[in-house]
């Protein structure tokens, strides 16, 4: 008896493991990788072209836009509210990727990227991650940061100095 158990144990251990195995198969990161980009491409060019509903459907109900300054860490209702002003005059902002690498996680629920980008302001990086939801990819998570040469570096440091100090000194009360 304890070997026909034992048996039925190492069975389903066994199709358990393939099943898996065969789901992550099905998967195909290439046309994943695809949709992603093509999320993000319409994503710029909404804002681009000021088209405020069709830039945040792009964005789930919890995301997170995280700007270039230290207190720009919106949830999407305050990043809303922030961008609103900006959409309605009719320009928002311009960003171009001019590289993208996309990354699928296995179950192909989830993705990743990283971008560098043409800006108003400069050569910026873009990074974040996307959730597949029910009607195709969302951004979840998105962080734009200024690129800045390490030759520059301490020159940007002098730069923020007075203004790094006021904005950490909220977080030592």
């Known amino acids: 008896m304890r070997k026909f158990v034992y048996s039925l ?10 099943n898996k195995e065969r789901q992550v198969e099905k998967i195909n990161t290439n046309v994943e990788k ?5 999320v ?13 509903e069709p830039y945040f459907n792009a964005m789930t109900d919890k995301s997170v836009f995280i700007g270039t300054d230290a207190g720009e ?22 960003f171009k990727a001019v590289e993208r690498n996309i990354y699928v996680y296995n179950d192909g629920e989830l993705a990743w ?9 400069g050569v910026c990086r873009g990074s974040g991650v996307l959730i597949k939801v029910y009607d195709g990819w969302k951004i979840e998570h998105y962080v734009l ?6 030759d520059n570096i301490e ?12 904005f950490l000194s909220k977080f030592k009360k």
Do not use: Q, R
Not at 75 to 87: C, E, G, L, V
């Open 155 to 166: 020159d940007v440091k002098n730069v923020n100095k007075e203004k790094d100090s006021l």
């Open 145 to 150: 940061s200024l690129t800045i040469p390490n």
């Open 9 to 18: 144990m190492m069975l389903f251990v066994f199709v358990s493991c393939n």
């Open 73 to 94: 860490n919106w949830n999407i209702k305050d990043f809303k509210s922030f961008s609103k002003p900006y959409f309605d005059k009719g320009k928002a902002w311009s």
């Open 40 to 52: 993000l491409t319409l994503w710029h060019k909404s804002a681009a072209e000021a088209k405020f």
């Open 113 to 121: 990227f990283d971008e560098l980008l043409d800006t108003w302001m």
């Open 34 to 38: 695809i949709a992603v980009d093509s």
